[in-house]
């Protein structure tokens, strides 16, 4: 009987949901979710936001980066329920609604900084939240900064070579590198409406 109970409860914790909400490359998300569901699956499967890539899944390789409120975090280490109430920028909430790329995203693609591709989500958005804390780095720390991502392809030469051009697109800025676009088009909407 206490088996029984015992194997009813567990029953019922493994089917348990927490409503998660927050807010994801500036618009508000909720979804239902197990206590122990992971960032990164949370993402892919219940926001269907694929863009989030998923390599090791045990915090080595960077794929899953996101930023949690302005600073990168391993998707894969982190529960979903964890980051309830918080922002969080994912690879899509780069570009601008007209398919502009991010100057990060420009600049990889301007140095070749990818092959394959599959980590390339995870070094843009590390790259973001390096350039944020570090506008205007030397080789060394661009080296440093970018040393928790892996690229299978071994590219390294010219991921290096985007995340410096990169910095000089934000040297001056006092805009976090992830706000870049949302910053572009607000400025835009104030010009229309002044028109
Ligand atoms: S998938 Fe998260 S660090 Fe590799
Ligand atoms: S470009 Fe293929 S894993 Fe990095």
Redesign the pocket.
Known sequence: MTATHGTTTRTAAAHERVEVTLTVNGTPRTASVAPRRLLSDFLRHDLEMTGTHVGCEHGVCGACTVLLDGAPIRSCLTFAISVDGRELTTVEGLAADDGTLHPVQQAFRDHHG???????PG?VMSACGFLAENPDPDEDQIREGMAGNL???T?YAGILDAVKQAAGAFAGSATHPCEQHRVDADATDGHDREA
């Open positions: 990818l092959q394959c591709g599959f980590c390339t070094f690229c299978r392809c590219g």
